[in-house]
C-alpha cells in the first residue's frame, strides 16, 4: 500500500516567492494533519482537517500561510511570500477515525530552504 | 497546559543496554499517549500507545510505563540496538475531544557498539 506522499521532496527557494506544497494521504483515511519540524521548535502542528474541513488552524503562524484540501486524497500548504524563517522541513500525516486514538500516519516530509 | 516535556534531549547508549526516555504532562484530560519514532530523513511513525487505565504496556524490547498520579511515563528499549538509533518523541491528546495530539521535544538516542 502506498503511503502518504508529499512533494517535493526539497525545495530552494528565494525570499519573496511563492510555495505550494502538496499531499496525498493514504486512501480511505478521514484526517489529514500538516506538522512543521525544525531544530528549535520540535514538530509543531499547523492545522488540521477532517472530511475535508479544516478543524483547527491556529498552529498557522501567520496570514502568509494557507492550507487547502479540495477533496479526500489532495490537500496543499502555501506559503506565500516565503521568508528564511520559513526553513523547515514540513511533514504531512493522515489518520483513520481519528478521535478515537487513530494512528497518524506521516509522509516522508518536504524540506523547505528559502534563501 | 497543553505542554509535553521530554527529557533527555540526547542519549546515548551501548549496545544490549536499557535506553530511557522520560515524559510528563500536565493536562489532566490527555487519555492517549503515544510514542513515535523518526529515522533521518523520514517521518515519525507509531512505535507504541499507552491509555491511562493500564500502568504499562510491553511490545517486543519496548515498554511504556505510565505513572497517572505523577503525570508522567516513559519509554524503556531493552536490550538496545544499533538499529534503534533514532529520535523519540512522546505524545499526548484528549481524545475525548478529538484533540490534536501534542508532541514532545523530541530524544535523539544513538545506540554504540
Known amino acids: 500500500d502506498a503511503g502518504v506522499i508529499q512533494s517535493p521532496r526539497h525545495e530552494v527557494t528565494e525570499m519573496g516567492q511563492e510555495v505550494t506544497l502538496r499531499c496525498k494521504p493514504i486512501?480511505?483515511?478521514?484526517?489529514l494533519f500538516w506538522y512543521r519540524q525544525t531544530m528549535m521548535r520540535g514538530l509543531e502542528l499547523l492545522i488540521y482537517?477532517?472530511?475535508?474541513?479544516?478543524i483547527d488552524d491556529s498552529g498557522m503562524p501567520e496570514d502568509r500561510f494557507s492550507a487547502k484540501m479540495p477533496n479526500a486524497s489532495f490537500s496543499t500548504l502555501k506559503i506565500q511570500p516565503s521568508e528564511p524563517r520559513d526553513s523547515a522541513v514540513y511533514f504531512c500525516?493522515?489518520?483513520?477515525?481519528w478521535g478515537t486514538g487513530g494512528e497518524l500516519f506521516f509522509g516522508e516530509g518536504s524540506r523547505l530552504t528559502v534563501l | 497546559q497543553q505542554q509535553v516535556k521530554q527529557s533527555p534531549q540526547s542519549l546515548i547508549v551501548q549496545k544490549g543496554g536499557i535506553s530511557i526516555i522520560n515524559c510528563a504532562y500536565e493536562?489532566?484530560?490527555?487519555?492517549?499517549f503515544p510514542w513515535y519514532q523518526q529515522f533521518p530523513g523520514k517521518g515519525p511513525a507509531l512505535l507504541i500507545a499507552?491509555?491511562?487505565?493500564?500502568s504499562e504496556k510491553k511490545e517486543g524490547r519496548f515498554t511504556i510505563s505510565f505513572n497517572k498520579s505523577a503525570k508522567q511515563f516513559s519509554l524503556h528499549i531493552m536490550d538496545s540496538q544499533p538499529g534503534d538509533s533514532a529520535t523519540y518523541f512522546c505524545?499526548?491528546?484528549?481524545?475525548?475531544?478529538?484533540?490534536?495530539?501534542?508532541f514532545g521535544t523530541g530524544t535523539r538516542l544513538q545506540v554504540t557498539l
Open positions: 486512501s480511505g483515511h478521514n484526517s
Open positions: 482537517f477532517n472530511n475535508n474541513v479544516p
Open positions: 493536562n489532566t484530560a490527555f487519555d492517549y
Open positions: 500525516a493522515s489518520s483513520l477515525a
Open positions: 505524545a499526548a491528546s484528549n481524545t475525548g475531544t478529538a484533540s490534536k495530539l501534542t
Open positions: 499507552i491509555r491511562p487505565d493500564v
